[in-house]
């Protein structure tokens, strides 16, 4: 089930495929934006980890530098932290991701950027938390989601966002998860009903443009 996807190719694939130029057209006047960053723990992106994620090192260095930029610009970049114990979700995975397991904390190369931290309990990560409380005292339009894993937290959060009213960006390499399958699929279902997908660098280029 896991592959080592996150390519080159791959990404100039699925932007070919799923970007829709007349959509990011109707999001890029609604500039007051903020980056969700969800679930950058070493959980999924150590190799110690059972959960790693074999593209992790490739992706980790692209998102590091996205983050500093977005930083420059002086966008918001608000982070997740992902925790469950005794519950559905340990459930349904088999087994817990307790809050004090040092392979839950965020990976060290994202702590400089993680000013702000929000810890969730489930996939959806406005659900039980204060992130759109937040969101609106920023005066925030449009969210940029980016993190892990593509098709269950960030993909959740992407459609949670959008029924709440915001503009929601969805860079086609600016999340990762187990393999191309699943990340194409997110993408497929998002570009039609949810969200724009450009690339992380054309988000820069609009970022700093206004």
Known sequence: MKEDYFTGEFIAEMRERYFRPRKWEKVKPFRNAAVLAIDLQAYFLRPESRAFLPSAPRFVSGLVEFYREAERLGVPIIFTRHFHRDDIMTRWWGGNMPRDDPLNELLEEFRPFAGTVIEKRTYD???GTDLERRLRKLGIETVIVTGI?????CETTAREAFVRGFNVVFPVDGTLTQNRFFHEATL???????????????????????
């Open 188 to 210: 497929r279902n998002l570009s039609h009903g949810f969200a724009v997908t450009p690339l992380l660098k054309e988000v820069l280029e609009w970022l700093s443009s206004g």
């Open 125 to 127: 990560a406005f659900h």
């Open 149 to 153: 894993m593509t098709h269950l937290c």
